[in-house]
């Protein structure tokens, strides 16, 4: 299964296995990986790690940021 979130210009796509790319902008895409407790996702990237709040259609980071869940799922890599 896979799942898109957008917020603005930015996306973050997560994959079963415990994958994501995460987009800002013009950007390149990272991978990176995450894993999901409860109604949290930690991402993990390069040292650095964030937390995200699971929400209906969407998700929050701990600062605020809302993405929304894309449908029909689409990614342009």
Partial sequence: MKRKFKSGESYLVLYDCGTAIL??????????????????????????TMQMIIEEGSISSIMGDKWEEVYPFEVAL
Avoid at 41 to 47: D, N, V
């Fill in 23 to 48: 987009h800002y902008g013009d950007s390149s895409p990272v991978k990176c990986d995450y894993y999901e407790s409860g109604n949290l996702i930690t991402i993990r990237l390069e040292g650095d």
